[in-house]
C-alpha cells in the first residue's frame, strides 16, 4: 500500500514562497503520474497541478498558472509543488495524491474523486 507524505507547508506572507514536498513509500512514485489538491476551509477539494509519470508534461489550474511549479525526483521517490508570489486565497492544506490508473499515465485526472491515494495534507497559510 502506498504512502504519500507531504511537507514544507507553513504561515508566509502575501508574496512570499513555499516548497512542498510529497513523498511516497510503499510504492515507486516514478512509474505514476501524481497530482496536488488543496481544500480550503468549508470548500471543495480542488485540484493544483499535476505531473504525468514521465515528468515531461504539466497541468495547473488557472490559479496556479505562472506562480506554480510542479516537478518530480524520481530518485527521491518524491514530487515538489513550487510555490510563488503567493495570495491569501492560496490558504489551505494542500494534499499530494496518486491513482492507481495514474499507472504511466500523461494525462492525470483534474477530479479528485478519481484519486485513491492520498497523504496528509499540508498546511498553507498566507498573510495579507
Known amino acids: 500500500q502506498v504512502q504519500l507524505v507531504e511537507s514544507g507547508g507553513g504561515l508566509v506572507q502575501a508574496g512570499g514562497s513555499l516548497r512542498l514536498s510529497c513523498a511516497a513509500s510503499?510504492?515507486?512514485?516514478?512509474?505514476?503520474?501524481m497530482s496536488w489538491f488543496r481544500q480550503a476551509p468549508g470548500s471543495e477539494r480542488e485540484f493544483v497541478a499535476a505531473?504525468?509519470?514521465?515528468?515531461?508534461?504539466?497541468y495547473y489550474a488557472d490559479s496556479a498558472k505562472g506562480r506554480f511549479t510542479i516537478s518530480r525526483d524520481n530518485a527521491k521517490n518524491t514530487v515538489y509543488l513550487r510555490m510563488n508570489g503567493l495570495k491569501p486565497e492560496d490558504t489551505a492544506v494542500y494534499y499530494c495524491?496518486?491513482?492507481?490508473?495514474?499507472?504511466?499515465?500523461?494525462?492525470?485526472?483534474?477530479?479528485?474523486?478519481?484519486?485513491?491515494?492520498w497523504g496528509q495534507g499540508t498546511r498553507v497559510t498566507v498573510s495579507s
Open positions: 505531473i504525468s509519470w514521465s515528468g515531461i508534461t504539466t
Open positions: 495524491a496518486m491513482s492507481d490508473r495514474g499507472y504511466r499515465s500523461y494525462y492525470p485526472s483534474p477530479v479528485h474523486g478519481e484519486y485513491e491515494n
Open positions: 510503499g510504492r515507486t512514485l516514478s512509474s505514476y503520474a
